[in-house]
């Protein structure tokens, strides 16, 4: 039997529970004193982080800017456009700034001022030029400075260049196209000047393969993000250049030469370049003697193959005064020729850069000839030494003297 009575047993009970209570009643408290204390710590390290931010209690130079980024909006083509960033010295020693440069020579930058007090504040100084630069354009800055956490700072802008009258693209090239088909590109010309951009005359120099004419003209479709042309009501004409069928084969330089009513910008030109093939294509596409030695023969071989499957025999080659030997090889497609040529230079060639051509002549019904440019890249041997002579062997111009024996008496 317990020696506990029962109202003394529940009383024990009750006391039991008040000192659970209580000691749930500390662990909250010292659970909420532990956590005013991590706030009041980190209140302290973010006042900390600040003044450091600010350049208090800090025995070093700070760089500070009013932004690192911006926004110059919108330029016509053609304009300066100034800009400044504002620096500020925020730490407790003097701020030397050693260097500033842009991204591009498009770019010109200077500090009024490169050394400033604590406290002091300066203006770094830009010019953009926008000339040639159409579209979106996005330019960097590099400040140098004596500040130890920024010692090479970058601060950005970006505008949009645009053009009151844009040509894209910038250039027309056929490249390797073939006379057996009509072969077409387009240009386009954006206007967004205050008059409608009539077109006067258009015409093509320099070689007479390609044709040009206006395709379309309209208006210009809007493109409300600005990042391509217009943002603006403007007109937008279409050319269309061609190359017909059986022009002659080869590389041929040109330029399209637009006359506008624009009074700044009258005539526009374009350079145009093409490369036109026929339905014969030799590979590689020249012969070319690399490191050749006067003297010594050297052999290249060439593929001669038709595109469109029509079968063809080389039937000879027109060399003119080129040393060149030549040998057909063998070929199990029709539509596939084989060819290797020697080249042996003479034994007096100079050294550097030899150049010629020969021609193919073929059975193909639209393409019987074949020019083949020949290269070559000349090294002559390097001459020997002259021997020297022998020391046994007399010069020409010295007395021979004969040795005198005495006899005896």
């Known amino acids: 039997m317990s020696k506990w009575t029962k109202p003394q047993r529940l009383s024990r009970v009750a006391t039991n529970r008040k000192t659970k209570a209580l000691g749930g009643v500390g662990w909250g408290v010292g659970c909420l004193v532990l956590l005013a204390v991590g706030i009041l710590g980190a209140g302290t390290a973010g006042a900390q982080e600040q003044g450091a931010v600010e350049g208090k209690d800090l025995n070093r130079p700070v760089i500070d800017f009013d932004t690192k980024s911006k926004d110059l909006g919108r330029v016509e083509e053609g304009t300066k456009l100034e800009f400044y960033y504002e620096i500020t010295n925020k730490g407790n020693e003097p701020l030397k700034i050693s260097k500033v440069k842009g991204s591009c020579g498009c770019t010109n930058v200077r500090v009024e001022k490169d050394e400033?007090?604590?406290?002091?504040i300066t203006k770094l100084l830009g010019v953009f030029n926008s000339k040639g630069r159409p579209?979106?354009?996005?330019?960097?800055?590099?400040?140098?400075?004596?500040?130890?956490?920024?010692?090479?700072?970058?601060?950005?802008?970006?505008?949009?260049?645009?053009?009151?009258?844009?040509?894209?693209?910038?250039?027309?090239?056929?490249?390797?196209?073939?006379?057996?088909?009509?072969?077409?590109?387009?240009?386009?010309?954006?206007?967004?000047?205050?008059i409608p951009l009539e077109i006067k005359d258009i015409k093509v120099t320099g070689t007479d393969i390609v044709e040009a004419r206006v395709q379309s003209q309209g208006p210009l479709p809007l493109d409300r993000d600005?990042?391509?042309?217009?943002?603006?009501?403007?007109?937008?004409?279409?050319?269309?250049?061609?190359?017909?069928?059986?022009?002659?084969?080869?590389?041929?330089?040109?330029?399209?030469?637009?006359?506008?009513?624009h009074p700044k910008k009258p005539l526009l030109e374009v350079p145009i370049s093409a490369d036109v093939t026929g339905d014969l294509s030799v590979s590689p596409r020249l012969l070319f003697y690399n490191r050749a030695k006067?003297?010594?023969?050297?052999?290249?071989?060439?593929?001669?193959?038709?595109?469109?499957?029509?079968?063809?025999?080389?039937?000879?080659?027109?060399?003119?005064?080129?040393?060149?030997?030549?040998?057909?090889?063998?070929?199990?497609?029709p539509e596939v020729q084989r060819i290797t040529f020697t080249l042996t230079l003479p034994e007096d060639q100079q050294?550097?850069?030899?150049?010629?051509?020969?021609?193919?002549?073929?059975?193909?019904?639209?393409?019987?000839?074949?020019?083949?440019?020949?290269?070559?890249?000349?090294?002559?041997p390097k001459p020997d030494k002259a021997a020297k002579p022998a020391e046994d062997e007399a010069a020409p111009d010295k007395p021979q003297v004969s040795e005198v024996v005495p006899t005896n008496p």
Not at 361 to 379: F, G, M, N
């Open 116 to 120: 400033l007090a604590p406290g002091e």
């Open 135 to 194: 579209g979106l354009q996005t330019k960097t800055i590099t400040v140098t400075s004596n500040d130890p956490r920024q010692s090479n700072a970058t601060l950005t802008f970006k505008t949009y260049v645009s053009q009151e009258i844009s040509v894209k693209p910038r250039s027309i090239g056929f490249y390797r196209v073939s006379n057996e088909a009509l072969t077409t590109r387009t240009l386009q010309i954006d206007s967004t000047a205050d």
């Open 226 to 261: 600005a990042k391509t042309s217009g943002t603006k009501e403007g007109t937008r004409t279409v050319i269309e250049l061609s190359i017909q069928p059986g022009v002659p084969i080869g590389r041929q330089r040109g330029k399209l030469e637009i006359t506008t009513n």
């Open 294 to 333: 006067p003297g010594e023969p050297a052999t290249r071989g060439l593929v001669v193959s038709s595109s469109s499957g029509t079968p063809f025999n080389i039937t000879g080659v027109e060399a003119g005064d080129v040393p060149v030997t030549w040998k057909y090889g063998e070929s199990d497609k």
């Open 351 to 380: 050294q550097g850069g030899y150049n010629a051509q020969i021609t193919l002549k073929t059975d193909h019904p639209r393409q019987p000839l074949i020019e083949l440019p020949v290269r070559a890249s000349v090294r002559r």
